[in-house]
């Protein structure tokens, strides 16, 4: 099956410096990417569509200054938290939707970031 | 908003037995839902799906179940086995327009806990 990367898995970092978070497709070519966040044991919420070559999509209450994405390539997106602060402290999960067969149930996702802002 | 719940967080099973997990959805645009497995520390994994024009989806040991008019899904894994112990997530779409095709709501998902 279609195989979604992340790096790093995990992040600990201080209070006011930016955190990149990479996703990336290994074996098939992604239009759509989405950003996900999980705090423990609740759901995951979208937080912004990604698609190559344009502008995100960010879901009501996202800060697009602060959540920072970049989708430069049919198999990279990236996620810049910035001026991290402990709040940010969460599990965040991307997926991605092959190129050409646009659909939920082919959205393959990462295993995710944990990122700690101490 | 909590538009897709899952109200049960948690469901024990013996081993050989049936697991049921339910969902429920408020939004009735949607159109398109699905049950995705996770495990700590993981991305979710996809089990399957179901278009709101069917009510039955089968694939293997899982089946999904859709009642439109009650806005409420269930999962039903026969038999359970100790490896199905996972978090489950239903999560659903909705087409409207095609300007949301592919986001996903997902339920704050059951912890199922599959019993040797």
């Known amino acids: 099956g279609a195989v979604v990367s992340q790096h790093p898995s995990r992040v600990i970092c201080k209070s006011g410096t930016s955190v990149k978070i990479e996703c990336r497709s290994l074996d098939f070519q992604a239009t759509t990417m989405f950003w996900y966040r999980q705090f423990p044991k609740q759901s995951l919420m979208l937080m912004a569509t990604?698609?190559?070559?344009?502008?995100?999509?960010?879901e009501q209450g996202v800060e697009k200054d602060k959540f920072l994405i970049n989708h430069a390539s049919l198999t990279l997106s990236t996620l810049t938290v910035t001026s991290a602060h402990p709040e940010d402290s969460s599990f965040y999960i991307c997926s991605a939707s092959p190129s050409g067969l646009a659909g939920s149930d082919t959205q393959y996702f990462g295993p995710g970031t944990r990122l700690t802002v101490l | 908003d909590q538009q897709v719940k899952q109200n049960s967080p948690s469901l024990s099973v013996q081993e050989g037995r049936i697991s049921i997990l339910n969902c429920d959805y408020t939004n009735s645009m949607f159109d398109y839902f699905l049950w995705y497995k996770k495990y700590p520390a993981e991305g979710p994994t996809f089990l399957i799906s179901i278009s709101s024009i069917k009510d039955k989806n089968e694939d293997g040991r899982f089946t999904v179940f859709l009642n439109k008019s009650a806005k409420h899904l269930s999962l039903h894994i026969v038999p359970s086995q100790p490896g199905d112990s996972a978090v489950y997530f239903c999560?659903?779409?909705?087409?409207?327009?095609?300007?949301?095709?592919?986001?996903?709501?997902f339920g704050q998902g059951t912890i199922l806990t599959v019993h040797p």
């Open positions: 990604s698609n190559e070559g344009s502008k995100a999509t960010y």
């Open positions: 999560a659903a779409s909705s087409n409207a327009g095609g300007t949301s095709y592919g986001k996903l709501t």
